[in-house]
């Protein structure tokens, strides 16, 4: 079992940043990819970005792309989201994700159902 605890979400202004983190505890974090992943209010859960185990390989929602990053720290056994230029559109509840994926193949590291553990959650709401 991995347990996810997320934080860090809030309120913010468009086009301020806020950092999201994971921490895991449990089984060995690094043997596991991370996802973030994030779901507003009326809409289906969307793929934000995600992580191989060891860090350096990433994906990224084209959305969030050059203004979101997923680096991980496995000696601290965290993931974070760093979200920059945030628009009222990224206005969602954020989960991450752990799994282990078929990373090299991007449909199942961006598919929610190849992550078998998943945080509660933190809402971020981006204000216009």
């Known amino acids: 079992q991995v347990q996810l605890v997320e934080s860090g979400g809030g309120l913010v202004q468009a086009g301020g940043s806020l950092r999201l983190s994971c921490a895991a505890s449990?089984?060995?974090?690094?043997?596991?990819?991370m996802g973030w992943f994030r779901q507003a209010p009326g809409k289906e859960r969307e793929f934000v970005a995600s992580i191989f185990r060891s860090g350096g390989n990433t994906y990224y929602a084209d959305s969030v792309k050059g203004r979101f990053t997923i680096p991980r720290d496995n000696a601290k056994n965290t993931g974070y989201l760093q979200m920059n230029s945030l628009k009222p559109e990224d206005t969602a509840t954020y989960y991450c994700?752990?799994?282990?994926?078929?990373?090299?193949?991007?449909?199942?590291?961006?598919?929610?159902?190849?992550?078998?553990?998943w945080g509660q959650g933190t809402q971020v709401t981006v204000s216009s």
């Open positions: 994700a752990a799994g282990r994926t078929d990373f090299s193949d991007a449909y199942y590291s961006k598919n929610g159902a190849s992550y078998t553990y």
């Open positions: 449990g089984r060995t974090f690094n043997n596991y990819d």
